[in-house]
């Protein structure tokens, strides 16, 4: 795995020609290298969705994390969002590099980002900035390790709070270039303030965005092991020479609902910025509803369906699939009645018949314990009768078809 803006060519003699032929041949060769280099389309590699993560806002320190590739390409360029400060927030300068373990990175892979062609960039109070391309290939599957200076910043932290990734902070100063893992005395088991990661990739290669709660978010699912359902997805994709679709960017938020803000905005108020505004986006898989079924006040069934109905519409606007993923079923949580079981089968029959998403991932039928419906299955049980383990985050991954990405929006 490398990021590199090396190119090896390779020569071997040529074989002797006559006059005419060695003609033909140079003429051959200088259209080839005349040639337009093949077109490339942005598409997002990796993205969390954002939240609140504290009150106070920590500076003059350098966070080290650490984020899993999807698909792969040149001009990597990363995005820092300040959508819950009230704030500017200045970042001194930016890295990005290969990690190799802990917080040490691959020798000589680590690099200076650039915004607008300054190392600093300062980010307004609920704004949001790219950096410039990287010279460079970033391969698909790949842990990056990206080193962001805080020079100044002060009020509420953007970040994603359950990264269920392993990253690293320098208390103090800026060791943003630094390569070796020295400085970086802290853990953190959270993302600050980067939110998505873009390439440059073969034109036409699309993205797909898992909308979801602590399901999606991986909950129960082994740390600092990738094992999340989407990177399963991700990595079904990536070997799949069939689809297009190559980037995943898991935008789940433990404890999430559908219709009202709780544990991070609601789906609804968060869909424009998490979901519709990744690069490359083409699907949205939507797997929310449990945290809404299991609330008190719980909505009705019919409420919930218009949540979706307007998840649905807004995605069509913007030329994106969607594809529903039936709520699973979680008797045995602490929250579980039957009446909250009888809205989980009705929107169930609603995603799965209604025809008003372009697909259905029926997560609930993969998952669920054939002998007893309303559970899922022991073996895909975390214990808490709620989220996957590892093994029921590979099934549900494997659920999702690669054809079912696909639909005529654009």
Same mark, same amino acid.
């Given at each position: ?15 002797t ?36 993560? /504290?009150?106070a806002? #920590?500076?003059d ?6 984020v ?17 400060g ?22 000589? %892979? ?29 391969? $698909?599957q ?27 902070? #320098? ?91 709780? #544990? ?14 990744q ?8 797997l ?8 008190? $006040?719980?909505?009705?069934?019919a ?7 307007q998840?649905?519409?807004? %995605?069509? #606007? ?20 039957p ?29 669920k314990?054939?002998?007893?419906p309303?559970r899922?299955? %022991? ?17 549900? /991954? ?13």
């Amino acid at each position: 795995m490398s990021i590199t803006n090396r190119s090896f060519l390779r020569r071997r003699a040529l074989p002797t020609l006559t006059a005419a032929a060695a003609v033909a041949a140079l003429l051959t060769t200088n259209l080839a290298h005349s040639a337009p280099a093949p077109r490339t389309s942005p598409v997002v590699t990796w993205a969390a969705s954002t939240d609140l993560l /504290g009150p106070a806002a #920590a500076q003059d320190r350098t966070y080290r994390l650490v984020v899993h590739t999807s698909a792969g390409g040149s001009g990597l360029r990363i995005r820092l969002s300040n959508a819950y400060g009230n704030q500017p927030v200045t970042f001194g300068r930016a890295y990005a590099g290969l990690r190799s373990s802990g917080a040490a990175l691959v020798p000589g %892979s680590n690099r200076r980002l650039s915004f607008a062609g300054s190392a600093t960039v300062t980010v307004p109070p609920r704004g949001r900035v790219y950096s410039d391309p990287l010279l460079g290939t970033v391969r $698909p599957q790949s842990d990056l390790a990206v080193s962001l200076y805080v020079q100044q910043a002060g009020g509420p932290v953007t970040g994603h709070k359950m990264a269920l990734q392993t990253s690293y902070i #320098a208390p103090t100063g800026d060791h943003s270039a630094d390569e070796s893992a020295t400085a970086y005395t802290t853990r953190t088991n959270s993302w600050f303030y980067l939110d998505a990661t873009v390439v440059d990739a073969r034109r036409g290669t699309g993205a797909v965005v898992t909308l979801g709660d602590s399901i999606t978010d991986g909950a129960s699912s082994t740390a600092d092991t990738n094992r999340r359902w989407p990177e399963v997805l991700s990595r079904a994709l990536q070997n799949d020479p069939r689809t297009r679709i190559k980037g995943v960017a898991n935008e789940g938020i433990s404890g999430n609902r559908v219709l009202t803000d709780g #544990a991070g905005q609601s789906a609804l108020r968060r869909l424009d910025r998490d979901v519709l505004s990744q690069r490359g986006l083409r699907t949205v898989v939507l797997l929310e509803g449990v945290n809404d079924i299991k609330a008190t $006040p719980a909505p009705t069934a019919a409420e919930l369906i218009a949540g979706y109905r307007q998840i649905i519409a807004r %995605s069509h #606007a913007a030329g994106v699939c969607v594809v529903g993923a039936t709520v699973m079923p979680y008797e045995g949580w602490r929250q579980w009645t039957p009446s909250g079981e009888a809205v989980r089968l009705e929107v169930n029959s609603f995603i799965r018949d209604s025809g008003a998403f372009d697909a259905v991932a029926d997560f609930d039928t993969a998952i669920k314990d054939p002998a007893a419906p309303t559970r899922i299955l %022991s073996a895909y049980d975390s214990g808490d009768h709620l989220h996957p383990n590892d093994t029921g985050m590979r099934v549900m /991954g494997s659920a999702v078809a690669p054809e079912h990405l696909r639909c005529s929006k654009r």
